[in-house]
């Protein structure tokens, strides 16, 4: 259970770092944030394999540069139902999750390589 919490603050703090970085990516406070983590999380769980499913002929074609295009869809989905957190533009479609995915492994290899406590359970 915590570590899902974590998982989740995790995820709602690379949003706000990507609502800083990226000026195309929008998130108006940070429990739009979180609502919008566990969206994300939801969406990636039960939408994303359908889609990565669906277009694995063109992910083939592609060499794989396809899955951008998916994770983008995934990521404005996301927005479309998450109050406070809009995604606008081709360019924020398209490097919104890719900056999300690498802030958010570098907070959670920090939080869980760090020699706290609280990231040892």
């Known amino acids: 259970m915590l570590g899902y919490f974590l998982t989740l603050l995790g995820t709602a703090l690379s949003l706000l770092v990507v609502d800083i970085i990226f000026p195309g990516v929008n998130i108006a406070t940070f429990p739009a944030a979180l609502i919008a983590a566990v969206i994300i999380g939801l969406v990636n769980s039960f939408i994303k394999p359908i889609l990565s499913l669906l277009t694995l002929p063109l992910n083939l074609i592609t060499l ?51 020699e706290t406590p609280v990231a040892k359970q």
């Open 64 to 114: 794989g540069l396809f899955s951008l295009v998916v994770n983008g869809i995934c990521f404005w989905l996301a927005s479309l139902f998450a109050p406070g957190f809009t995604v606008s533009g081709p360019l924020a479609f398209i490097f919104g999750p890719l900056i999300l995915s690498f802030v958010s492994s570098f907070l959670m290899n920090y939080t869980l390589n760090s």
